[in-house]
Every structure is written in C-alpha cells, then in structure tokens.
C-alpha cells in the first residue's frame, strides 16, 4: 500500500527547501544529530540530488551530547560530502556571553540560545532551517513555515505573515532573518514511518537498550559527566530508549524494549505521553516553550 | 493512508475548540500528558469539568483572554486516514485567518449554535468557503444538548442554511447535529437523536472523498530551482502543481516560448515514468535552453493565459488599507512580478452579498480588482486550478504579506461598480479575428436598413418579451431583418449551464452579448430582452457594439404591478423561497443611468413602447421611417 500520506508531507518539505535555497542568500540547516534533523538532511539531499547540499549544517554544541549522536554526525557528513559548521555553548561560556547555571538541574539549553543568535549573526545566516514540527507543543501549533524573527532574533505571535496556499514570502530588511521549518506539517509517527520507509540510520541511543539511569522527579536521566546525585538518588540499570537526544542534563528516557523500528513506530502509536513531555526543561512552566521561543529558542 | 486538510471556523462560543477537542479525544489522539496539563490549567480557570477546548487555544495571550487569535495547525489520524486540521477563529475581525486557513483545505467545517441559529457569520464562513472554492462543506450544528436535541430546531437551521448555499457557489454541503460537549454524532452516533439517520462527523471526515480540488488535467510545472552540479547535468526542480508529465513528452517554456522535449524525471533512488500533481521532481529537457526559476514548463497544446494584467478577487489582509496609487509586488507560483492597481470594481458586502462601490480596502475586506503587472504571469482562473489561479500581494516597505489573491483570469477592463466606463473583449489566446466574406455594411445596402442591438433591461414581468415580440412583429412586417434573444430562451441551450449565481448572470450577459454581435455582423436589428441586472454587465454589450448602433432601454415598471402581474408565477415562488436570488427581490437591480430610452410600462401601452422603439431607430438613421 502507498503511502500516500508520506509522500505529500516528502514533497512539501522538499518544496520548502528547494524554495529556501531560492529565496534566501545564505541558508544553513540546523543539525542537532536527532532523528529530526537526520530526516532533515536526507530531505534537503533529495532536494538538491544530483547536486550536493548548497548549504552548510549548523550544529549548536552544548558540549553535553550524547557520543552516539556526534559519532553519527560525523560519519554521515563525511558519506554525503556536506558541510558542518559547529559551534559550541562552552565557547560562548568562555567568551563570557553567557554563564552557566548552577545547582543540580543545571541545564545549558537556555544558553544555546545565545551561541545560537551569535552563529546565526556571525555566518550572516538569512533563513535557519530547523526541524521543529506543529505538533510538538502547543506554540508550535501557529508556527509558520517561514517565521520571520526581527533583528534580534525575536518571535513575534502577533507578527507573522500569513501563510496561503503554497506560496512563501521570504523578503526581509537587512538583519532580520528567517526560520524555516520544513517538517512544519509532520507527527512523530510520521518522522518514524519515513525514517523505516526511507531505510534513514539513526543513533543506537534511540533503540532500547540498558544504562545507568537516576529518576529524578519522574524525569530518566542518562549517567554521565554533567550530572551529578542529589540526596537519596542512586544510578540504577534500566532498560530505556531515548525519544529525543536533546542535552544529556535534561533529556529523559523512557523505559521501552522497542529495540526496531518497527517497535518504535507501534510503541509511538500507542504512546500516552508526548516526546516532548519526557524533557525537563518544557515541566518547567505552562508557557514554558513559549518564553523561550519568544528569544530565540528552536 | 491518505491525507484529508479541513479547516473549522465558528464564531468563539460556537465551541470549535471543544469540537477539535472532543475530535482528538474520542479519536485517542491526546496524549497522557497533555491531558493532565489542560486537567492543571482546567483546575486554574476553575470552571470545574476538564476544558476541552484549552487543548487547542495555543498561545497565552490567548489562553487569558480566552479567544483563539490565529490559525493553528492540528493533526490526528485514524486507522484511515491522516486528518490536518487548520484551526481558524471565526470573529468578524478574523476574515483573513480563515481565508488563509481554507487556502490549503478541501473541507470545512462550519459551526453553527442550534440556539442562535444561522448568524451573520455563518454566511459569512460560507461565502468565504465558496470564495476560496472548498470542494466539500460540512455544517455542524453544535449545541444540540442545549435545545434539547429537537429535531424541529434542526431542520429550520438545515432549511435557512441551504437557502443561503444557493446563492453562493458550493458545491457539496453535509449538515450534522452535534454536541461537542457531550459528544453526541462527534466521534460516536448519538443516541439521543434517533431522528437522524446521516453519518458523525469523524465518520464523514474519513470516508468523504479527497483530492477533488486538484486539476489532473492541465500540466503546469512552475520553475523553482536550477540544479547544475556539472556540465554535463542541468535539472528544473519544482513541485508539478498540476496535471501530469512523463519522458518523451513535448513541452513548452514560458516566457521565451521555446520548445524542448522531456529527457527524464531524476529522483535519488531512481528515475520517474510519471510526474504527477503534487511531486515533487527534477525534470531534465533534451535541448540546451535557457530556463529559469519563474518560467513555467507547459504542454504546447494546453497553455495558461500569458497576461500582463489580471482580474481577481482579494483579500485584504493587513492593518494598512490598501493605497491605490503605489505599486505591490505580487507572488504568484514562483515569479514575482510588480504591480499596480487598474482598477478597483466593487467591494463585496459579505453579508448581503451586495457589491458595493469601492475606492480602497481595509483589513478583513473582500472584492474585486484589476491590477497591471509590470512583466507577464502565466495564469489560469483560481476556479479551475487553484495552484496556478492564486497569489499573495506583498507591500515592498514592510515585506508583510497584504493580500490574497484568486485570479479570474487577465483583465477585460470592467467598468466599476457605480462608474460605467470603456472595456475591451475577452480573445481565446492563439485566436485571429476575420472580417466576415460579406462586409456589414454591403449586406446593409442590400437590406435597405442598418444593423443595431437594441437590449432590453428590467424587473420580470415588466413587459420587456412581449415588447419585444410586438417590436420584433412590426420591424418583419415592414421588411427588415430581425432577430430576437429571449432571457428565458437563452437558458434553455446557450446558457443551460448556469445559475443565477452572480458570476453566472455575467456570463449570461456576457453570451448573450456576444451572440447578438454575431446577429448584428450580420445586418439584423437584434432585440435582446434580458432581465440583466447588473450595470457591468450591460456595459459589455455597449462596448462590443460601435456607437450609435447600441440601444439600452430600460422597461420600467414598478415592481409591485410586477409582482401583481407576475406572468410566470415566478414573484410568487421567490416569495415563497421556492426560486432564490430572484431580482427585485432576493438580488438587486441596478437601474441604468443613461439609457438610451426609458420606458414605463405602468403608464405606456405596449403598442406605444414600439412606437417610441421605432421612433429612436428612425431618429437614429438605422432605418426609414415605417409610415
């Protein structure tokens, strides 16, 4: 059976970035190594096919990866001959444009923001293709496809374009910039079905396995360097997956054995809780994504 | 699995959002935690029972004031099918978002309050539907609990509302009593309704057929992106918006009209046989010609209309009212284009239906205008392909998006409303006009008088026919040649295809028009009797026709002797809304301004109406005079 579903949601985020390329100077694809933006450069590689990727990645590094997800990264870039710019939280620190937080939950996604705005800013970026996706989060729900951001880097609700039919205004005044989101239209379980119909590799961390995990306020986080056990924790042997591979300090896990991705896609289907709902830094406030887009935030 | 876009509109308290709500709950597509966050946010507002409704009003600033802003994008999906949902507020104010929302659907739902009944903006969301030409319309009256599920109480709102959809042009439309609170024919059949038989809405949205809105006929391949990794390769990329193309196929480039031969249709995995609408592709060509992004690969033998000037219907969209004095830039497919106003025909009163005069537009306004363009676009009418008949206006100081567009086709110079003025022909492209073998003017020897149109305008029933079969008696008697075209007659064959929808009267009158001319090459007096309300469109024969050989008259009679005549019962079934968008009484008539003769049938005998016909045509010169 064709699917038929696939297809269109292909075609448009094809569409999306063939029109980016066309409209825009100086593009660049936002590659965190998630399955996302795994989807993204094997779209913008069909997109450009026979010709190469006519723009670079831009990976914001907050020095808290996973290894799986910068091994990938690394491998993948090299296969398809593209260019990967990265630029890293720790620089910024070092520059003293940001601080880092303290406490047990320290967290370096509020400071990526800055690296971010600051790479956009010295690349002369025009449009930052992102892989954010309508259903993630409730904000996400208005998003456009090109969402303009003033000077600073800024969202505005209020003042966005409309978007009609599949035509897409990208003129912009000199410092302002825009973010694409080609993927605007997917579900996760859509992302799933492509990555299994289109034979995409991913990180391992994505597939069940077991790690030595702490429960912190019915968040799973993975053992690593960056955090370290409050009062009563313990690291414990628990058989996970991860559902996004964001920051390592405030990703969650959940415990799955889906070890394919045929398990993945069932599990995703008959999932009681959204991929989002597992990260720590969205639990934070009810209008939490929406602060943070508002500045910049992906 | 396919893909159903629908796009739901209903004023705040018609309880859309607890529509979408109970849609994604009952269909199982809320996840664990989002439920709790709106059961916390529910808890808040302490209105008591879950809120099904916060799950869809996104931003803050919404959530505290309560009302839904802009349009946001839903997605659930059954095992059947892949539904996208484009949440649009239904205010007054809010026009603009559910145009936008509806440019990318094929259904829409529109909710009506069983309490409140059929509102203003319940038309208001139905013509805006029928605008953006929404091949499927679903009307959910909500409430249904409140009234206590009666039957009566529906089928009066099913009867008003269809009243409505007559005058406009729709085509599929579904009625559905809900209760989206208790969830009553949403997901699961109601039992408290064993009135009616019809299918719930999940049901509906899962089995009504998608895909009607595309054109799978005309191949239109709009240029995006040139891929060039080499010499040796050169690829067109773009999305085929419609029809379709394979290998081997000729094709045609426009602007530059060069014509070229499909080579092959490259993807990654491997090469096409067949593009078709909505792929997206790279299509190689077998000759070295230039091409570009904004050029458009055709079919040779099946072109848009390449125009420098268009006549459409928009949309204002911004806070800024529309100046008609400076230039836009307006995108269209993958070209963009300068343009400036020609000419601003009407502005349409949503609610009324009335075309009013207009000098510019302000936000949430809709009309009609014609715009020059500084370089040719290569357009079809939005009607037939939606992809190639819309676009966006664009103000070149702020870069904001200001208008949307839905081309009817290049412009044919319209007089606006109000302002009768000059206008020129509609020509079929490619087409060569021949004089006729015999000249007008040596068949108007022969016949010893001269060819004219005499047209006839004014109320049913005002006597135009049966002046015209007397006018038409008298001129035969007296040798000259004569024709005559009767409304009635008319929309029995050459018009048998269309309504008495706006749009359909000037294509009637437009036909009507050009038959006559052809009459009138020919050396008859052409006596047309046309109800024709409406001035533009009377305009059109007097342009096609030289001076001096066009005569309007217009019959005059009040319309309450009209209605008291009323040869053909037909006053009495547009009463009765039997017969809808019947002039005089549920369509306006725009008297002429200056016609040529006025005659009041109230106070003049029929055989006085020809006499004062005759007497202008002698006046005129067209013939001798009969006595």
Sequence with gaps: MRNIHLERLESEAIYIMRETAAQFERPCLMFSGGKDSLVMVHLARKAFWPAPIPFPLLHVDTGHNFPETLELRDRLVKEIGAKLIVRTVQESIDRGRVKEEKGPNASRNMLQITTLLDALKELKVDSAIGGARRDEEK??????????????????????RPELWHIFNGRRHAGEHFRIFPLSNWTELDIWEYILMQGIEIPSMYFSHEREMVDRDGVLLAKC???????????????????????????????????????????????????????ADDMRSE????????QGYF | MDLLRFTTA?????????????????????????????ERASAVQGNGAINLALLTDGLRAEREQGITIDVAYRYFSTPQRKFIIADTPGHIQYTRNMVTGASTAELAIILIDARNGVLQQSRRHGFIASLLQMPHILVAINKMDLVGYSEEVYREIVADYREFVQRVDIDDVVFIPISALEGDNVVEQSGRMDWYRGPTILHHLETVKVGEGRNVVDFRFPVQYVIRPNQNFRGYAGQVVSGSIAPGE??????SGQESRVHSIVRMEDDIQRARAGDSVVITVEDDIDIGRGDMIVRRRNQPQITRSIDADICWMSEQPMKTNRRWILQHATRSVQAVVGNVIYRMNVDTLHRETADTFGLNDIGRIEFELADPLFVDAYRVNRETGSFILIDPDTNNTVAAGMIRGAAQHVPPVGRVTTMERPVSPGVVWDDLYIPREERERQQGHQAAVIWMTGLSGSGKSTIARALEKRLFKHGARTMSIDGDQVRHGLCGDLSFSEADRTENSRRVSEAARLFFEQGSITICALVSPYRQDRAYPRHIIPEERFFEVHVDCDLEICKDRDPKGLYRKALDHEILDFTGISAPYEPPENPELLLQTHVLSVEECVDQIVAMLVTHGIMQDID
């Design chain 2, 10 to 38: 209903g004023s705040v308290d018609d309880g859309k959002s607890t529509l979408i709500g109970r849609l994604l709950y009952d269909s199982r597509s809320i996840h664990q935690d989002q439920y709790e966050a709106i």
């Design chain 1, 287 to 294: 209008a939490a994504m929406e602060d943070r887009k508002k």
């Design chain 2, 250 to 255: 000729d094709i045609v480039v426009l602007p």
């Design chain 1, 225 to 279: 360097d960056y955090i370290s056990l409050l009062d009563g924790e313990t690291w414990k042997r628990e058989t996970i997956r991860f559902r996004t591979v964001g920051d390592m300090t405030c990703t969650g896990a959940i415990r799955s054995t889906a070890a394919t991705l045929e398990e993945i896609i069932e599990e995703v289907a008959s999932a009681r809780v959204t991929e989002r709902g597992a990260r």
């Design chain 1, 139 to 160: 904000a996400r729900a208005k998003e456009r496809f090109f969402s303009h951001r003033d000077r600073f880097g800024q969202w505005d609700p209020k003042n966005q």
